[in-house]
């Protein structure tokens, strides 16, 4: 028996090698010529149509082959039942996303008569009609005359000019939040809505039976489709609404006025230290809404941004254009593929490492943006962003990630990042940890979670504030404890502030030995995180911790070799099984259990030899079910995930043996 298992190890350790030679090449082959890896990042299904409504509303039509290919992806993505889920792979329709998306394929020239539109437009009648949508579905609808502003909770934009000792400020809000509301409050405060035109009334009657006329908007605010009620309101928000709509009613005209002025003059220092790129693409979309709406006054402020979206679409292989979750995913995934090539221990690829040494340390924020108190702006210098430096946004575990890879790589390949911007990089990392021992993502948090009672998307859950993640802490731990040699002279603060982030981590642990993943799906994710923040700064193999988390992986392997967690997991925050292995949370489990010295060495190779049999000629593996999440509801594409993280874990496997 012995001997057959020797065997099959050896047959898979060649298979392995081979599986690793092949993704190299195919690595290699997928780097731009700047040195990043830039993939796919779409999945989100209400970020195109609000991209088509401003097209249409500023009278900016799109032009062949671009419509053609958004209408191939809107069809697409949509449902048997004739919906359009929440993503591209939701497992119901969403009235918030169907809505958006049967306006977008009207205004792109698409016939009501159309079998796909009709279908649509039948769910959307027999679920309620957009007066069920979740709030940001009618708030874009409402800029487009396709809904009524009486119906929408108000947002005042006279809520900017609080003092910010108030614990409800929107300063204190996650940064994403408050900048999709900023422009929010502009458009709300002036009621902007487009002119009325022959598709407006027609669209009127499609989605609303004919019954447009009859409604009594102000009773509709707390509408909501069940499909969309994930975080129903709650009773606190509905009593701060009532309350703000007694102020709407006769709102001060002065105060009104200098609160949409502090508003706009928000929105256009968040334009001009983004290079008009934006945060990201719902406040892209709607910061550009606000300038169209300015005239001419906004007018060179509206091509800046209307410029700058195209940088969210991205055409995809399958002949189909889809607008991203962000401008690019471009530094994240470039520090993950060049770990994974460390892995390998080869040197034949130094070329390629050295255009992604080039790129992250070109990358680096070098500068704090002005004005950045006045702005509830953190610090920016020595940080590394989600996608580029001109986006200008840094992230913790972007910023450790980009650490990590820089102390990997200047030895290596000059020139190299100086050391001071590398201190930069350890300051920062050190001021950004919370009270509670974690990491966020963009700031401190900045209030507490009652804030939450507030949300009122309905369809995203734990929006509004910047709250500690395991993957963040993981990350920063994991960067501090490689900067504790660099920079001898910050140990004291390090140590302490791994050994907090460490508490944290220890007490996110959950019963069943797992963590929690919130930016990726999300059990795997979130204890490979965790297993490799712990290991990296000192915890042993055999701490309980450890050996629990183990035990949860082992349990959860498939037949096949294989892990796979299903979507809905997010949602649900239990385990819920795929329905197939997936290779990259398959390559997560086995990371992790390897960092951890795991001891069962059957698992891990039924591991690689299940990802050795999944592989492409080409060397890539084949695209799976979105593996990407954010506010728990809604999932994400990180396309470069499946030609990563499988070849790192091979080559990892690969070493141990």
Same mark, same amino acid.
């Given at each position: ?29 997928? &780097? ?67 809505? %958006? ?37 009618? /708030? ?32 204190? +809000? ?156 471009? +530094? ?20 390629? %490492? ?9 990358? &680096? ?37 980009? /650490? ?55 369809? /995203? ?11 963040? @802490? ?59 923040? +712990? ?33 809905? @997991? ?15 949370? @398959? ?23 299940? +990802? ?46």
């Amino acid at each position: 028996m012995q001997t057959h298992v020797v065997a099959r190890s050896t047959e898979v350790l060649g298979d392995a090698s081979l599986a690793i030679a092949r993704a190299l090449a195919n690595l290699e082959k997928r &780097q731009d010529a700047g040195g990043s890896w830039r993939g796919d990042y779409g999945g989100p299904m209400f970020l195109l149509p609000m991209f088509v409504a401003l097209s249409y509303s500023s009278k900016r039509p799109i032009g062949e082959p671009q419509r053609a290919r958004i209408i191939t992806y809107l069809y697409r993505a949509q449902r048997v039942d004739g919906s359009i889920g929440l993503h591209a792979e939701a497992t119901v329709g969403s009235m918030f996303t169907t809505s %958006l998306v049967y306006v977008a394929l009207r205004m792109l020239g698409e016939s009501q008569d159309d079998d796909r539109v009709a279908r649509m437009r039948t769910w959307i009648a027999r679920n309620g009609s957009p007066l069920g949508a979740a709030s940001w579905g009618k /708030f874009v609808l409402c800029t487009l005359g396709l809904y009524d502003w009486r119906g929408i909770h108000p947002t005042p934009p006279e809520s900017w000019l609080l003092p910010y000792s108030v614990p409800f400020h929107p300063g204190r +809000l996650w940064c994403h939040c408050r900048q999709v509301y900023l422009p929010m409050a502009w458009l709300y405060g002036t009621r902007s809505t487009m002119r009325e035109d022959d598709l407006v009334r027609q669209l009127r009657d499609e989605l609303y039976s004919g019954q447009w006329h009859r409604v009594d908007w102000s009773r509709e605010k707390d509408t909501v489709a069940e499909v969309d009620n994930y975080r129903p309101l709650s009773r606190a928000f509905k009593s701060v609404s009532r309350a703000l709509s007694r102020y709407e009613n006769r709102p001060i005209k002065r105060l009104r006025e200098r609160a949409l002025a502090s508003c706009l003059e928000h929105i256009r220092y968040e334009d001009r230290v983004t290079h008009d790129i934006d945060i990201g693409p719902v406040n892209a979309v709607l910061n550009t809404v606000v300038h169209s709406f300015r005239g001419t006054e906004g007018a060179d402020d509206f091509e800046r941004g209307w410029k700058r979206l195209q940088d969210y679409l991205w055409d995809d292989e399958l002949g189909a254009t889809k607008m991203q979750g962000y401008n690019s995913s471009q +530094l994240w995934d470039t520090t993950f593929a060049v770990q994974a090539i460390l892995a390998t221990r080869t040197r034949t690829y130094d070329g390629v %490492l050295q255009r992604a040494h080039h790129f992250i340390r070109d990358n &680096q924020i070098t500068e704090d943006v002005p004005d950045a108190d006045a702005h509830y702006r953190h610090a920016s210098r020595g940080g590394w962003p989600f996608s580029t430096r001109a986006h200008g946004w840094p992230i913790t575990d972007c910023t450790a990630e980009g /650490f990590k890879c820089a102390l990997a790589l200047e030895a290596r390949f000059t020139p190299e990042i100086p050391t001071d911007l590398l201190r930069e990089s350890v300051s920062l990392m050190l001021s950004w940890q919370n009270r509670d021992g974690g990491w966020a993502t963009y700031e401190r948090t900045r209030a507490g979670a009652w804030m939450e009672a507030l949300n009122p998307s309905q369809v /995203f859950g734990d929006i509004m504030i910047d709250y500690s993640h395991v993957e963040c @802490t993981s990350a920063c731990v994991q960067a501090l404890s490689e900067a504790r040699a660099r920079f001898p002279e910050l140990s004291d603060r390090i140590e302490r502030a791994i050994d907090r982030g460490v508490a944290f981590l220890r007490q996110r642990q959950r019963a069943d030995g797992s963590w929690e993943g919130a930016w990726a799906v999300c059990f795997t994710y979130g204890t490979w995180f965790a297993i490799h923040g +712990l290991m990296a700064a000192g915890v042993t193999p055999r701490d309980p911790a450890i050996e629990r988390a183990c035990a949860f992986l082992a349990g959860k392997q498939r037949a096949d070799g294989s892990w796979s967690e299903h979507g809905d @997991t997010c949602k649900r925050r239990q385990w819920t099984d795929g329905e197939r292995g997936h290779v990259v949370q @398959t390559s997560w489990a086995m990371l992790a259990l390897m960092r951890a010295e795991y001891k069962d060495g059957e698992i891990l190779r039924r591991a690689a030899s299940f +990802l050795t049999r999944r592989q492409e000629a080409d060397g890539s593996w084949a695209r799976e079910s979105l593996v990407g999440v954010f506010n728990r509801t809604c999932l994400i594409d990180y396309d470069n995930y499946r030609h990563i993280f499988p070849m790192w874990a091979l080559a990892e496997w690969e070493r141990s043996r």
